[in-house]
C-alpha cells in the first residue's frame, strides 16, 4: 500500500507555482524627473479601466512605486545612468565616468560606447559596443545562469542607451542611424541584423513620417500650468506647432516616441520574448523625452505634451504585453537615467531665483592663470571635460612639484570663479579625505583612478555648463539625480513608499526576482519592501 499512497500525495500537490519571470521589461525614460509620474497624473488615464490597462498610473498604483529614489554619483549623464540601472554599480566600477572622457594615455577624448574594432551593421554610423562597460549586467548574469538561453534584447533610439543597459552577452542591441534612418546594431552583439529589424527598415517609416506637425494632443487650457520656454515668449501660436522637418525634428517629437514603442511590439512577437519558463529581459530607452527636454525645458507645453503621449503608448504596450504574455508573468521596472534643470533664463529672468550658465573655457583659462602666476609660465591643463580637469602631469614633473601642491593651486583658482560650489582633488579622494556629505559620496562614487583627472568640479545648484539656450543636467544636486522608481507585476509587493532608495538598488532587485547573482560591480541592496 505504501507505493501507491505516496503516488496519491504526489498527484495531490498543485502544481508548483512559476517561480521566475517570464519577460522582465525595463524601461529608461530619458531625462524624467521623479516629479513626472505625479506632476501630470490629471493627464493620465486610469489604472485600469473596462479591460483596458493604463499607462503611468498602472504602475504607480498597482506596483511599488518609490517617490524618493536618486543617483548616487556625478556626472548625471545619459551613457552614467544607463551603465547604472542594469548593473547596480557606480561609475567608478562600471567605467562608465561620462558621456565622453579624456583619455590620458592616447591624449584623447573616448565616446563612453566607441570601439574601433567593431563595426555598424545597418548603417554608417562610428561603430560601437559595450567594451568600456567594465562590469556586468542583469542580462549578462541571466545568459549565464542559463546557458544562454534567456533572450536579452535592447532598444533604444541612443546607441549608449541601448547599449549599457544590455550589457556583453545580449541576443539583439539595436539603435538608430541618423545617417540612414535605420535601426543598426554592432558586430559586436551579431554580423546581421535579425530579419524583424530588416524588414522594418526596409519600409522606411521615419522619412515617410516628415513634412507632418507635432500639434498638443489635450486642448489647449490643459497646458495652463505649464510655461512657454524663454526665447519663444513672442510666438503666435496657441501653445505650439513644430513642423517636423528633419530626422532629428521627428525623433524630437512623439511620431518618434511612437516608432520606439511599435519596435518595442515587434521585438516582442518577433523575438518570441515571455513564452517559455526560461526568463527574457527586454530594456527600453525612450530617448524623445530628453531630445524634447533638452529644447524646451521641463516647464514647457512641449515636456507636459511629450509626458501625456508616453502615458497612451505605455498603456497600449502594457495592454499588448497583456494578451500575449500576461502582465501577471512579466515584471516591469521604470525609471530614468537623470533628471534636468530648468532653463537657466526662466529661473534668473521670471522667477528672480539665483541662476546662472558657465562657461567651462573660464575654468581653464583660471587655472592657467593661477599655476602661471605661481610656478612660471608653461602648459598646466590637458583637458577639461566637466566634471573632471585633467592637469599636465608633464609639466608638473618638469618643473618637479609636488602634485598634491599643484591640485590645490589649480583648485583654489576654480573655487574662485562664480558658480562654483566646491573642488575635489585626486589626492583628497585617494586618501579619503573629504566631508561626509552626501555630495561628497557622489564625487568618490563618479571617480576611477585610472580615467579620472585631477580635480573634481561641483557647480552651485542653479547653475549649468552650457551656452545655448536650451538646457540640460549633469550635476550632483536634486533636480538632476531625482528620477522615479516603480515596479510592477510578477513577485512585486505593490505600495507606495518613501523610503529613500538609490537606482543602484534596481539590478540586485531584478537579480533576486530572476534567482541570479546581482552584476559584478553591483553595490545596491534589494529595494526594502519591493518583493512578495
Ligand atoms: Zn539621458
Known sequence: MLPLAIGALILSQPAPEPHR????????????????????VEHFLPAQSEGKIGGFRYLTERGAYYDDAHYNHIPT?????????????????????GNDWYDRKTGKTVYCVQDSYASTVGGTSKPMSPKNLL????????????????????ISFKDRASILLAGHAA?????????????????FYNSRLPAWVTDLNAKKRPPSELNQVWNPLLPAAEYDLARKPPFQKDSPEPVFSHPLKTIGDWTTSPFGQKFVFDTVKIAIEREGLGRDEVPDVLTVNLATNDYIGHAYGPNSPEVLDITVHTDRLLSDLFTFIDRSIGLQNTTIALTADHGVIPIIEEMANDYKINAAR??????????????????????????????????????VAAKRLDP???????????????GIFAVVTRTQIASGNLPRTPWAQRV??????????DIFVINSPGTYFGTGRGTGHGSAWEYDGYVPIILAGFGIQPGLRHEQVFVNDIAPTLSRLL???????????????ALK
Not at 444 to 453: E, I, L, R
Open 21 to 40: 519571470p517570464k519577460l522582465v521589461l525595463v524601461i529608461s525614460i530619458d531625462q524624467f524627473r521623479g516629479d513626472y509620474p505625479v506632476r501630470f
Open 404 to 418: 598634491e601642491e599643484v591640485e590645490n593651486s589649480a583648485g583654489r583658482a576654480i573655487q574662485s570663479l562664480p
Open 515 to 529: 534567482k541570479i547573482v546581482a552584476p559584478s560591480g553591483n553595490v545596491g541592496r534589494v529595494l526594502p519592501g
Open 77 to 97: 549623464e545619459t551613457g552614467v545612468g544607463h551603465a547604472t540601472i542594469m548593473t547596480g554599480s557606480v561609475p567608478g566600477l562600471t567605467g562608465i565616468i
Open 444 to 453: 568618490t562614487n563618479g571617480f576611477n583612478p585610472q580615467m579620472s583627472g
Open 358 to 395: 558657465i562657461k567651462t573655457s573660464d575654468l581653464k583659462g583660471a587655472v592657467e592663470a593661477a599655476l602661471d602666476a605661481k610656478y612660471g609660465a608653461g602648459d598646466w591643463v590637458q583637458a577639461v571635460d566637466i566634471p573632471n580637469i585633467f592637469l599636465n602631469q608633464a609639466t
Open 135 to 154: 562590469v556586468t549586467t542583469v542580462g549578462d548574469e541571466l545568459k549565464m545562469a542559463t546557458n544562454g538561453r534567456a533572450k536579452v534584447v535592447s
Open 171 to 187: 541576443d539583439q542591441v539595436i539603435w538608430f542611424d541618423g545617417g540612414t534612418s535605420n535601426w543598426v546594431t554592432s558586430t
